[in-house]
């Protein structure tokens, strides 16, 4: 949290608008230097302290006079060659504007926490440690849009990066998923993030993933009800190395409880080299195969009840959250090229043993030709 230093009791609300304005003039100036704006921007943090401690800030009158300088910190945190001194005050702004203004401080939020997300993994360790304890506050006391997280972390190049990027963000799904409106994790899908970390190959990295998956599966359950394919779904995505540290990780957790059972020795995992999908898509379960240890009788039910809602099954459905189907038995295919019923394989049989028959005949004729021929010679 900033130092707050002591400020002379004839300060006004008017004070602090004048503080942004001056910063705003600041951050315009490229020529200004990074102690400058620096400055600038601590004194914006230590006005708005101030009037927080002295219990006479006017929020709405503060975010009024904040938004001169919310696209002047949007540059200044988009260029790469910013002064980490600069950093610093930013986040340091931004932490105490959403510890101070709370919910309100969600527009300015919106606009700056994915810069907040890159820059939890700074190689400054201050800007770093500021920048996760600034993503925290927001989390417990702001919120922000998950969507715009989301997409952000989708459009990252370097793999690196987008590691990086979801092991900052992973950490706050607990406190989203436990103290979050559920109606913001609609069609939101926060397994992309959290497979992100599990498919990694160092395990320092996938031991972030655990704990947010537990969660997000009972948050999952809660919604769509305890229903089997809601396990099956999860455990087709998990490979082996992955369920194996989840129930060490994790033991006691509902989707652990879950999954134990089903480890049967005939459990196919999913190869461990593809990237790992949502397991609930639209809000609904639909699957195209079976998983490797479904009850047959189970699945059974899940497509007749899925047939009567919709004749047309596999054109409409959306595509599944399961991996590539696997090849179906071979006698599945050979019934799916006889498509005439039992009548079409009696036709086949009774004209394959026509031609067996005059193949012999030609034969048997040839042959007694072949002797005739040699008999007169």
Same mark, same amino acid.
């Given at each position: 949290?900033?130092?707050?230093?002591?400020?002379?009791?004839?300060?006004?609300?008017?004070?602090?608008?004048?503080?942004?304005?001056?910063?705003?003039?600041?951050?315009?100036? /490229?020529?200004?230097?990074?102690?400058?704006?620096? %400055?600038?921007?601590?004194?914006?943090?230590?006005?708005?302290? +101030?009037?927080?401690?002295?219990?006479?800030?006017?929020?709405?009158?503060? =975010?009024?006079?904040?938004?001169?300088?919310?696209?002047?910190?949007?540059?200044?945190?988009?260029?790469?060659?910013?002064?980490?001194?600069?950093?610093?005050?930013? #986040?340091?702004?931004?932490?105490?504007?959403?510890?101070?203004?709370?919910?309100?401080?969600?527009?300015?939020?919106?606009?700056?926490?994915?810069?907040?997300?890159? =820059?939890?993994?700074?190689?400054?360790?201050?800007?770093?440690?500021?920048?996760?304890?600034?993503?925290?506050?927001?989390?417990? /006391? &702001?919120?922000?849009?998950?969507? &715009?997280?989301?997409?952000?972390?989708?459009?990252?190049?370097?793999?690196?990066?987008?590691?990086?990027?979801?092991?900052?963000?992973?950490?706050?799904?607990?406190?989203?998923?436990?103290?979050?409106?559920?109606?913001?994790?609609?069609?939101?899908?926060?397994?992309?993030?959290? $497979?992100?970390?599990?498919?990694?190959?160092?395990?320092?990295?996938?031991?972030?993933?655990?704990?947010?998956? $537990?969660?997000?599966?009972?948050?999952?359950?809660?919604?769509?009800?305890?229903?089997?394919?809601?396990?099956?779904?999860?455990?087709?995505?998990?490979?082996?190395? #992955?369920?194996?540290?989840?129930?060490?990780? #994790?033991?006691?957790? $509902? =989707?652990?409880?879950?999954?134990?059972?089903?480890?049967?020795?005939?459990?196919?995992?999913?190869?461990?080299?593809?990237?790992?999908?949502?397991?609930?898509?639209?809000?609904?379960?639909?699957?195209?195969?079976?998983?490797?240890?479904?009850?047959?009788?189970?699945?059974?039910?899940?497509?007749?009840?899925?047939?009567?809602?919709?004749?047309?099954?596999?054109?409409?459905?959306?595509?599944?959250? +399961?991996?590539?189907?696997?090849?179906?038995?071979?006698?599945?295919?050979?019934?799916?090229?006889? %498509?005439? %019923?039992?009548?079409?394989?009696?036709?086949?049989?009774?004209?394959?043993?026509?031609?067996?028959? &005059?193949?012999?005949?030609?034969?048997? +004729?040839? +042959?007694?030709?072949?002797?005739?021929?040699?008999?007169?010679?």
């Amino acid at each position: 949290m900033l130092r707050r230093q002591a400020a002379p009791d004839v300060s006004t609300m008017a004070d602090l608008r004048e503080h942004v304005r001056a910063c705003h003039t600041t951050l315009r100036n /490229r020529h200004a230097t990074p102690a400058a704006c620096a %400055g600038a921007l601590d004194q914006v943090g230590k006005c708005l302290a +101030f009037h927080h401690d002295r219990r006479n800030l006017n929020v709405e009158y503060f =975010l009024s006079s904040f938004d001169y300088i919310v696209d002047n910190m949007v540059d200044r945190l988009e260029e790469r060659r910013t002064h980490t001194q600069v950093l610093l005050s930013i #986040v340091q702004l931004c932490f105490c504007s959403g510890l101070f203004c709370g919910e309100s401080f969600r527009p300015v939020a919106d606009r700056i926490v994915v810069h907040v997300i890159l =820059l939890c993994t700074h190689t400054d360790a201050r800007v770093a440690a500021k920048a996760r304890e600034c993503l925290t506050v927001w989390t417990e /006391r &702001v919120s922000y849009d998950l969507h &715009v997280v989301v997409q952000a972390g989708e459009r990252l190049s370097s793999e690196e990066e987008s590691v990086n990027y979801c092991i900052s963000f992973v950490d706050q799904i607990p406190t989203i998923l436990g103290s979050w409106d559920p109606k913001e994790l609609h069609d939101i899908d926060l397994f992309a993030l959290i $497979a992100n970390c599990l498919m990694d190959d160092r395990q320092n990295v996938r031991r972030h993933g655990y704990e947010p998956l $537990a969660l997000l599966f009972e948050f999952h359950r809660a919604e769509y009800g305890d229903d089997p394919p809601l396990v099956h779904a999860y455990l087709e995505q998990l490979p082996k190395q #992955v369920v194996d540290e989840l129930l060490r990780q #994790v033991p006691t957790s $509902a =989707l652990a409880h879950a999954i134990r059972p089903l480890l049967v020795p005939r459990h196919a995992f999913p190869n461990a080299k593809k990237a790992m999908q949502s397991p609930v898509l639209s809000r609904k379960l639909q699957f195209y195969d079976t998983p490797s240890s479904y009850p047959d009788v189970v699945h059974h039910h899940l497509r007749h009840r899925a047939s009567r809602a919709n004749p047309r099954l596999e054109p409409d459905v959306p595509r599944s959250a +399961f991996k590539a189907r696997r090849p179906p038995p071979p006698h599945r295919k050979r019934r799916m090229y006889s %498509g005439y %019923g039992d009548d079409a394989s009696l036709m086949h049989t009774v004209v394959g043993w026509v031609w067996f028959w &005059v193949v012999v005949l030609l034969a048997a +004729f040839g +042959f007694m030709s072949l002797l005739w021929f040699l008999w007169q010679v």
